[in-house]
């Protein structure tokens, strides 16, 4: 003698829909999962728009007001840090990034020279040199042009 058949109860009237269910929410994991690791490195490979030289290369980023004779300034250039100081020999311009261990440099008004926060490096004002503490090498200049009362920096 055979069993009877199962009669079909709800549970298993659903299980399909909970089946497709079940997919889809897996589906929409690995899309979000795969959409978290695609933007981050999309935003890497594409500058943002704040991060864009304006046209001949040149970024605007301050006024000859922002900087007065002896003192300086840590700006944007896109969306790294560059530092522009007004020395005797006119304005110059470095990457604010130290090149001991990549902190963000400053201006000291104190000691008139460029200060690394972190262990105290310093550089001098007018080319960038190593003046004292732990740094390795100069920091990296950039080119200075000035158009009316704005600065603009570039890529040496
Ligand atoms: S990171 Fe600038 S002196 Fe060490």
Redesign the pocket.
């Known amino acids: 003698m055979e069993p009877a058949p199962i009669p079909a109860t709800d549970a298993t009237v659903t299980r399909p829909g909970r089946r497709r269910v079940l997919r889809w929410l897996g589906g929409l994991t690995v899309v979000s999962t795969v959409a978290m690791v695609v933007t981050p490195v999309l935003g890497f490979l594409v500058p943002t728009r704040s991060g864009r030289a304006v046209a001949g290369g040149k970024v605007l980023v301050a006024t000859t007001a922002d900087i007065p004779a002896g003192g300086g300034k840590v700006v944007a250039m896109g969306s790294a840090p560059a530092i522009v100081v007004n020395t005797e020999q006119g304005l110059r311009a470095y990457s604010a990034i ?1 090149t ?4 963000v440099v400053a201006w000291n008004d104190l000691i008139g020279a460029i200060q ?1 926060p ?4 310093r550089f001098n004002p007018a080319s960038g040199a190593v003046i004292s ?3 390795p090498a100069p920091l990296p200049p950039l080119n200075v042009t000035v158009e009316g009362d704005q600065i603009f920096l570039s890529e040496a």
Not at 118 to 121: I, R, T, Y
Request: charged share 10%; with cysteine; aromatic share 0%.
């Open positions: 130290c001991h261990l990549g902190c690394c972190c262990h105290d490096g503490g732990p740094p």
